[in-house]
């Protein structure tokens, strides 16, 4: 038997088993299953409007060119980028391969937790996929981790530890806490000492967040995945995309700590995978 019963649900059961007596729990999951593309497209749109600095309302999509309105036959995700190959149909503009990758990412966390998760979390799961995607995407575009992200965030992580563990909320309400000021720290510690910036704020709020989800116990183990994932991406970079890594290498660190948030989820922290 394994010793970690903590905060990862997809690490307490066996995968994608569904808990007895869900019928409804099977059609809510499907519809959110088969709504992840239209998802995967707002997010896509929204990322690239918080990027221009506009709102991220219901407004109809236009092309950041000509101004043509997309229609809605445009924005079948995957497809309508496909059969446009890429570019617009008023003035032929390129449209970002961003957009298809994107909705691509958000089937992927669907299917992803369809197998990881037991039924009962698949929503929650995906939810918080889905914003972890968004927030990444965002922080790509714009070294930005916009709040009024990573508050939801945060919030619909104790709402559902609420919901599927309420004797244990003190774990993931401490876990945001401790999320949070533990990079606060890293923060000012890095510029006493090297005289710049290091981490933002936004990343402390997003491993705040991340730890309301996953409970403090789990938190070295994002911290560490994440770090590590960053180490990897540079030295890849440097090796394989000839960009030399610096003392003044930047890299946006959301993505890096939004997967290793999912993965932490998913699977529970690193001490269990070793056990398993
Ligand atoms: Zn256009």
């Known amino acids: 038997m394994h010793s970690w019963n903590g905060c990862a649900p997809g690490a307490w059961f066996p995968a994608g088993e569904l808990m007895p007596g869900f019928g409804d729990l099977l059609i809510l999951n499907g519809y959110t299953a088969a709504a ?3 998802i995967g497209s707002a997010v896509a749109a929204g990322a690239a409007r918080v990027a221009e600095g506009r709102a991220w309302d219901l407004s109809r999509s236009r092309c950041s060119r000509c101004g043509r309105a997309i229609k809605a036959i445009e924005m079948v995700p995957v497809v309508s980028w496909l059969a446009l190959r890429g570019r617009c149909r008023g003035c032929a503009a390129g449209i970002s391969v961003a957009y298809p990758v994107t909705e691509l990412a958000a089937v992927a966390v669907a299917l ?15 939810l918080f996929g889905w914003m972890l995607l968004a927030l990444s995407a965002i922080d790509i575009r714009t070294r930005r981790l916009p709040d009024v992200l990573t508050a939801p965030l945060a919030a619909t992580g104790l709402l559902t530890a609420m919901l599927i563990e309420p004797d244990r909320l003190a774990d993931h309400v401490i876990g945001a806490v401790c ?9 000012h510690a890095y510029r006493h000492f090297r005289q710049r910036d290091g981490l933002g704020r936004g990343d402390a709020k997003l491993l705040g967040a991340i730890g309301a989800w996953v409970g403090w116990a789990a938190l070295p183990s994002v911290v560490l995945l994440s770090a590590g994932g960053a180490i990897i991406f540079l030295l890849a970079r440097s090796r394989f995309g000839g960009k030399s ?8 660190f959301g993505p890096f700590l939004a997967a290793a948030g999912w993965l932490v989820w998913n699977h529970g922290p690193l001490i269990f995978w070793a056990e398993v």
Do not use: H, K, Q
């Open 36 to 38: 992840a593309p239209l």
């Open 245 to 252: 890594l610096t003392r003044d290498t930047a890299i946006a």
């Open 112 to 126: 992803w937790a369809w197998f990881a998760v037991p039924g009962n979390i698949f929503f929650a799961t995906c």
């Open 179 to 187: 999320g949070y000021l533990g990079f606060v720290l890293v923060e």
